[in-house]
């Protein structure tokens, strides 16, 4: 029996429990992923146990779609690791040959992680890799010419929640949309158990410029993990 497709926008789609993206370098993988083809496009799988995003498509209670962004975008990736999760919103957001004219600046602090996305970028246009400490406004804002229209962060680190308002503010305009994959075993343990470290979180953020439209547990894909789906005021 074959699967419903429902289309998430353009270059995105769910069929099932799977997630696939419309493959912007067709006959090529990032991360060893499942492709197949539908007519004269390329598909690849999106897997939610790498990709705290991709576990927020399968989780969220609301309409996935307005969770990804959209064709043309300007996008700011803090914390891109290699560039796994960065390749499936540059199939969305760019599309072959940045034929959308997105952007996706992608900011990572591991000189190992930057020359993989490096790499990636060269063969995926509108990636702009940046090696620097998201946590530092004065390293990401160089290269920030203009409010960004979607944001997200996935660090390992302790203030979580600080770092995203932070940069959210600065860099996120209004109406924005903004992701915080909130690991909280990056936390300091003296913060208290899972469901307290959340809550102080979803406080910081309630007491900021941003809307909670979402809290998303992503337990069975991505264990100790929520995803906040925000949205600039």
Not at 17 to 44: F, L, M, P, Q, Y
Not at 194 to 207: M, R, S, T
Request: hydrophobic residues 35%; aromatic residues 6%; contains cysteine.
């Amino acid at each position: 029996m074959k699967r419903r497709i429902i289309s998430l926008g353009w270059g995105a789609r769910k069929e099932g429990r799977n997630i696939w993206t419309r493959n912007a370098v067709k006959g090529v993988s990032v991360r060893k992923e499942r492709r197949k083809r539908d007519g004269r496009n390329e598909w690849r799988l999106w897997d939610p146990t790498k990709s705290k995003i991709a576990a927020s498509l399968l989780r969220t209670k609301l309409d996935p779609a307005r969770i990804i962004p959209q064709p043309g975008n300007d996008c700011l990736y803090l914390g891109s690791s290699t560039g796994g999760t960065v390749s499936h919103i540059h199939d969305c957001v760019c599309g072959s040959r940045n034929h959308h004219r997105g952007k996706i600046i992608a900011i990572d602090i591991s000189s190992r992680m930057m020359r993989e996305l490096v790499k990636l970028s060269e063969i995926r246009p509108g990636i702009v890799p940046v090696l620097a400490d998201a946590r530092d406004i004065a390293q990401i804002s160089p290269f920030v010419n203009k409010k960004v229209d979607w944001m997200h962060q996935d660090l390992s680190i302790s203030d979580q929640a600080k770092t995203f308002v932070k940069t959210a503010e600065i860099f996120l305009k209004n109406e924005g949309i903004g992701l915080l994959s909130l690991k909280a075993a990056s936390e300091r343990a003296v913060d208290g158990s899972l469901e307290i470290q959340y809550e102080k979180a979803e406080d910081i953020l309630k007491k900021s410029n941003l809307d909670i439209i979402e809290k998303i547990d992503l337990k069975g894909l991505e264990e100790q993990h929520v995803l906040f789906y925000c949205k600039m005021k």
